[in-house]
């Protein structure tokens, strides 16, 4: 099975910086897109950015300028940079992966558990 695991979430100050990380394991035989969507209290899931296997970058538009995803194709890991944090940054950030396994070869979408990033003074 695959396993898609964040970490990285916490309390920063407004204007202050967090990384996000979420590394994938299991039966991992490729992966496309990787990506970053959060939630906050009360409403719907929305996406924060995604970035193929070849490095094409796409952001909201609420986080371009501050925001910078990444990742390491050796380690089927994708970050999350958010710098000049705001309050409306709070939510649980979800990520989320296309993967092909070895069993079955067959392309499917995961997402991890989530991460708690709450922005406050």
């Known amino acids: 099975q695959v396993q898609l695991v964040e970490s990285g979430g916490g309390l920063v100050q407004p204007g202050g910086s967090l990384r996000l990380s979420c590394a994938a394991s299991g039966s991992i035989f490729s992966i496309r897109a990787m990506g970053w969507h959060r939630q906050a209290p009360g409403k719907q899931r929305e996406l924060v950015a995604t970035i193929t296997s070849g490095g094409y970058t796409n952001y909201a538009d609420s986080v371009k300028g501050r925001f910078t995803i990444s990742r390491d194709n050796g380690k089927n890991t994708v970050y999350l940079q958010m710098n000049s944090l705001k309050p409306e940054d709070t939510a649980v950030y979800y990520c989320?992966?296309?993967?092909?396994?070895?069993?079955?070869?067959?392309?499917?979408?995961?997402w991890g558990q989530g991460t708690q990033v709450t922005v406050s003074s």
């Open positions: 989320n992966a296309d993967i092909q396994t070895t069993t079955g070869w067959v392309w499917s979408g995961y």
